[in-house]
């Protein structure tokens, strides 16, 4: 390229450099900003998350202490949410409940994040035998209806919280290793990636830098709505007596309890339900925006 | 068509085949001694006993090979016998199939009773505050847990006449109108966040062909709107729901064994929910093999039906 060329390109370059476009965070905070619902559903989130980790903090009473003298009583200035048949504050059980829902939550889907990830990008990049290997066992995974699955794990493995992670973390894995392996053969044969192959890029810069970056948007969706995917299977495993277990507090077991007193004392059924479904909504709602705002390409 | 069935056949072969390796595996992979835990704790005895009973169970043999008695069993129907009641467990397990089948069908047909109507006024009515609000709606359907749907209309309409005989449940060919009387309130339950996603569903893929070019040159040609609706666009936008409806049966036969529970209705979950308070291993390993089966032969069912009334399906 002759000097004159050289720096005719400089110059256009330094020119389209100009008018730069908007950073692409910012961009992002921007359209944020106009999607009320993905808002709404960050502040659900927060909120919640905010709760659980200031439970001790915040609370009015111990989850656990029973006031003999208020069993069963009704929403007030002394108990908000009113008490549970042991007498036992409901406010602060809902708060305590939020811990190891969230918990449970979090650490399950951290689990089919990392074990479902692993699957679909070793699968995805290398193909062939090992991929089929992966892919035909996540098909059995999914073969089997989610909270069936849960439970079954539950039955045999016993009500340890480390067991409720394993169980929930197993059965969301499929969906996980499907998103990230998609995403992987799709970008895998992009030129660019091709391009840095030729250049002698190994697999793990290729990985890190050329196709991580582009799955990140659907997983991030796919984390947020398995979020959702996964408070609904703890509340229904501790409804059922396999997921958290009395007297810990979790709004499945909550609302497991209140089965029995809920025609004299209904508040005891409404709020830990409610509890749940406002949280469910939330990822839903946060999953939803994402989605938009992330890839317009992807739908439901 | 035929080729198309037998290398659907094909796939389904390997995943049975995995579903009852991992059915397997979850009971002989039970922590601690198995024996010992079948037989509770009352019962004492001596190393020898014990070695005999797991030579006489199989127990002694390497896992793949107790895999190969177990599955030749299974396969000729032969489930095992609970042990608490000392009955065969299959025919226990057969014997509630219809309540369980029944709401899940009931909870289908409540969804798309619901779904597709206002998924197809959503997307008609596409960006109006009608949408907005079904949208919104869908998503909060999406958020409700079953159970405690089924347990708030417990509390709200728990007295009212029939909805009142909560665990009396008679089976729909001996008095129908009872029986759908007792499986309203738990089929409604369950089918509720099935409506929610497949109303979701049918609006985008209804937005999807309205964008078509087809659906422009029939507007163009002057049909009137109803009629582009009804002869060009909903055919070719509601094939596709029969996929989610694929999938999202292993939602309610899931949801079938919590709502059960709820209702007091003796289906398979409520069987299964019992087997597992009483460790009795063999009936949950029943109940957790027929309703995969169930789930992967529906899926089957519905890969075929798709296929059959789009048959661009079959050449893909």
């Known amino acids: ?300 | 068509m035929a080729a198309f069935l037998a290398g659907r056949l094909l796939t389904v072969i390997p995943v049975l085949w995995g579903v009852s390796i991992v059915v397997f595996l979850l009971i002989h992979l039970l922590p601690g001694n198995a024996i010992q835990m079948f037989l509770g704790t009352q019962v004492e005895m001596t190393p020898a006993q014990m070695d005999e009973l797991r030579r006489l169970f199989g127990l002694n043999k390497p896992l793949p090979l107790q895999y190969v008695d177990w599955i030749t069993r299974i396969l000729r129907g032969d489930f095992g016998v609970s042990l608490r009641t000392s009955r065969a467990v299959l025919p226990d397990i057969v014997a509630r199939l219809p309540l369980s089948g029944e709401i899940t069908l009931l909870a289908l047909l409540i969804a798309l009773a619901i779904a597709v109507p206002i998924g197809i006024a959503a997307a008609v009515r596409r960006g109006s505050a009608a949408d907005a609000a079904i949208q919104f709606g869908g998503l909060a359907g999406l958020s409700i847990p079953n159970f405690w749907l089924a347990t708030m209309l417990l509390l709200a309409l728990g007295n009212v006449g029939t909805i009142a005989s909560i665990g009396i449940y008679v089976g729909f060919f001996s008095n129908p109108a009872k029986n759908l009387a007792v499986m309203a309130l738990p089929s409604f339950s369950l089918g509720i966040a099935l409506a929610a996603v497949m109303m979701r569903f049918i609006r985008s893929s209804l937005l999807e062909v309205l964008g078509h070019d087809y659906v422009r040159t029939a507007r163009a040609k002057g049909l009137r709107e109803r009629l582009v609706l009804y002869r060009h666009v909903l055919r070719n936008a509601l094939i596709p729901v029969i996929t989610v409806v694929g999938f999202q049966v292993g939602y309610l036969l899931g949801g079938t064994v919590v709502i059960e529970e709820v209702f007091a209705l003796p289906g398979m979950g409520r069987l299964a929910l019992a087997a597992i308070s009483q460790r009795d291993y063999p009936v949950v390993q029943g109940v957790v093999l027929v309703i995969a089966l169930l789930f992967v032969l529906v899926n089957l069912a519905v890969d075929v039906a798709y296929a059959f009334v789009d048959p661009r399906v079959r050449f893909a």
């Not at chain 1, 000097?3 to 944020?32: D, E, G, I, M, N």
């Not at chain 1, 990830?117 to 991929?131: F, K, P, V």
């Not at chain 1, 029995?260 to 508040?267: C, D, E, Q, T």
């Open chain 1, 1 to 300: 390229m002759s000097p004159a060329a050289t720096s005719a390109l400089v110059k256009a370059t330094a020119a389209r450099r100009q008018t730069p476009p908007v950073p692409p965070r910012a961009a992002f905070a921007a359209r944020l900003a106009r999607a009320p619902l993905a808002l709404a559903g960050i502040t659900i989130v927060a909120a919640y998350l905010a709760a659980a980790l200031a439970a001790p903090a915040i609370a009015p009473d111990d989850p656990l202490r029973m006031h003999s003298d208020a069993l069963l009583a009704p929403p007030g200035a002394r108990h908000p949410f009113g008490t549970d048949q042991f007498g036992r504050d409901l406010a602060t059980r809902l708060l305590y409940g939020a811990q190891s829902s969230l918990a449970v939550a979090f650490g399950s889907v951290a689990l089919a994040l990392a074990a479902g990830g692993t699957a679909g990008i070793t699968g995805g990049y290398h193909g062939g035998a090992l991929d089929n290997v992966l892919m035909r066992t996540m098909d059995v995974i999914f073969a089997f209806p989610a909270v069936l699955l849960a439970i079954a794990i539950m039955a045999v493995a016993g009500t340890a919280l480390g067991n409720v992670i394993v169980a929930i973390g197993i059965v969301y894995t499929p969906q996980f290793a499907r998103v990230v392996r998609a995403s992987v053969l799709e970008t895998r044969g992009l030129e660019y990636v091709e391009a840095a192959g030729a250049l002698g890029a190994g697999t793990a810069r290729i990985l890190a830098r050329h196709i991580l970056p582009n799955i990140g948007a659907p997983l991030i969706v796919q984390t947020s709505l398995s979020l959702s995917f996964a408070i609904l299977t703890e509340s229904a495993l501790s409804f059922l007596g396999l997921g958290t277990q009395p007297p810990t507090p979790s709004w499945g077991n909550m609302l497991a309890e209140a089965r029995r007193f809920m025609v004299i004392a209904p508040w005891t059924a409404v709020f830990p339900g409610a509890a749940i479904a406002l949280i469910v909504l939330g990822f839903n709602l946060l999953g939803d925006g994402l989605r938009d705002l992330l890839d317009p390409r992807l739908k439901l």
